[in-house]
């Protein structure tokens, strides 16, 4: 829904060929139900000429697209995609667990969820394959997660190498602790699908997607998956965001949030002084989460034009 339509240009004999990108466009949207227009370089005697096409057919569509007019939908039609990064000792007691109840509201309503970073889920494994409502949901995840770990171990590194010097100076000492934060972001629900880097949800609930805990290649995973939301905790600040997605920041400390004002969206710290509990915040972020789907809240993230974009190539990346 975030989406129009696109523009794609490519060189012309790069080895992810055009044919490729309308195979697999295809084999998601039948029929392509948006407009794509599909340029090749090579195939133009020169860059003008190609570019002042480019314009035209583009600012076409674009006008089309001003067309479109927002309608009422129900709240069981978003989808969340979670995601952390710079996290502190702080985020796996206060922002993760209230964006972990956000998602359970959003699910209980309808909604789907979708928990990434795989390697920051290594060392929880058993208690996500315990919520997993299928034995081929739970096969995927380890055959998945042990894949990943593979590809890693053979060129020298594990993932308990994951925590940054940043997550370790502030309290994040080793893997096992950032992981058992990170997975409370996935809230209590059933996990209904696990899906491959970056297939797209089909299973309405929360959902697991294998990508790297790099905060970018994820949130891009995320947005391909279907996820036409993000929420992004944070106890040391990060400015991450996403060209399609809007990416909501939540800081899991005041501090950060006062200091870095023009970036955090929303504030958990009020868990860690007591004076609001986690309930309440994920009721008041599951809010947050509708007035930005419905166009009345623009992120931080949207504000400051951060649109990050990069695809996981499969190599290691931890």
Known sequence: PNVAGATVISLGCQKAEMSQLKKA????????????????????????????????????????????????????????????????????????????????????????????????LCGV????????????????????????????????????????????????????????????????????????????????????????GNDVESTTALAGSGANLIIFSTGLGTPTGNPIVPVIKVSSNSAIATRLHHMIDFDTGPVITGRQSITTLATDLLNLCAETAGGRYRTKAVRLDQNDFIPWKREVSL
Request: one cysteine or more; proline letters at 7%.
């Open 25 to 120: 466009i295809e084999q998601r949207d039948p029929g392509c139900s948006k407009p794509i227009l599909y340029f090749d370089r090579q195939s133009w005697n020169g860059p003008a000429d190609m570019i002042e096409v480019i314009i035209q057919q583009t600012l076409i569509g674009l006008q089309e697209a001003n067309k479109i007019v927002r309608e009422p939908v129900p709240l069981s039609e978003l989808v969340i995609g979670v995601e952390c990064g710079g996290s502190d000792g702080f985020s796996g007691i206060s922002a993760n667990p209230v964006i972990g109840k956000t998602v359970d509201h959003l699910i209980a309503s309808g909604g789907s969820g979708i928990l990434s970073e795989f390697p920051e």
């Open 125 to 212: 494994e058993n208690e996500l394959i315990a919520r997993c409502v299928t034995p081929k949901a739970a096969e995927r995840f380890i055959s998945l997660l042990s894949a990943y770990r593979k590809r890693a171990q053979a060129v020298g590194v594990d993932f308990d190498m994951n925590p940054s010097p940043g997550n370790i100076r502030d309290g994040l000492i080793t893997d096992a602790m950032k992981s058992a934060g990170a997975a409370k972001k996935g809230g209590t629900a059933p996990i209904v699908d696990v899906l491959d880097y970056p297939e797209q949800l089909t299973s309405k609930g929360l959902n697991l997607l294998c990508t790297p």
